[in-house]
């Protein structure tokens, strides 16, 4: 796909990843939809972008609110601002406890972001990509949706959710032009560990302590290459860790 004059939605567009993208996909000549539940980040993001000479729309949302998230699309349609990509980048962790030590609002939160919230959205956006020669979905996975580690639980349920979400989503849009890409990082440093610590940054900077951890624009670099294939090539999955990262429980360590 050319990038160029192309229109990305992106979810969790505020910070991690999926600024990332926005600010890569920017510089290439993507016109960019941007929702976030942190509207004042995006408002300064917005500014940013604007500096590449592309049209930058944003949105204030949380992805598990249905309703909100209809009067968004219905706006799009209105305007006739139709993505030719979707990132599904929204998601999160909350704790680290065995399953009978749980939080049972942190599963909420998990499920309704991680699982509805991918749902609620790709329910919204499909349909406005499907006319398209040239559309693409990337759901962006996780290490977590293939192995299972002590305290993952419910966490490793949502990205396993994720990566059947996504076979499933190119099986529906078999004999459409829509391409669908799981990117699954392992250990990436970003606001990740400082949600599911609920904002204790000393107890997730250990997280990263002792190994070099995939950064953003890594996993970025990896959407950029599945989005820049031709139009006959469709790469459905990319498994990515860091070199000291093998599997869930395996890191090295200095």
């Known amino acids: 796909m050319k990038l160029k004059n192309k229109t990305a939605f992106i979810t969790g567009a505020s910070a991690g990843i999926g600024k990332k993208c926005a600010i890569e996909l920017a510089k290439k000549g993507t016109n960019l939809i941007l929702l976030s539940r942190r509207y004042k980040n995006l408002e300064k993001l917005k500014v940013r972008l604007e500096k590449y000479d592309v049209q930058v729309t944003i949105y204030k949302a949380d992805v598990a609110n249905f309703k909100k998230l209809q009067k968004i699309a219905a706006e799009l349609e209105e305007k006739s601002l139709f993505p030719n990509i979707l990132i599904n980048n929204a998601g999160l962790s909350q704790g680290l406890d065995p399953i009978d030590q749980a939080d049972v609002e942190d599963w909420n939160r998990m499920i309704d972001t991680n699982i509805k919230g991918l749902l609620y959205i790709s329910r919204l956006i499909i349909p406005m990509m499907k006319n398209f020669k040239d559309a693409h979905i990337i759901n962006l996975g996780s290490i977590a949706g293939r192995e299972v580690y002590a305290g993952g639980n419910v966490y490793n349920a949502t990205k396993f959710a994720v990566h059947a979400l996504n076979k499933a989503m190119n099986i529906d849009l078999f004999g459409t032009d829509v391409k669908v890409t799981n990117i699954a990082p392992g250990a990436v440093e970003t606001e990740f560990s400082v949600v599911r610590f609920h904002g204790n940054k000393e107890k997730a900077d250990s ?5 070099k951890p995939l950064k953003a624009k890594d996993v970025v670099n990896s959407v950029i290459f599945a989005l820049r294939q031709p139009r006959h090539v469709n790469i459905q999955e990319i498994f990515l ?13 200095n």
């Open 207 to 211: 997280v990263y302590e002792g190994f």
């Open 241 to 253: 860790t860091p070199t000291a990262q093998r599997t869930t429980y395996l890191t090295y360590k």
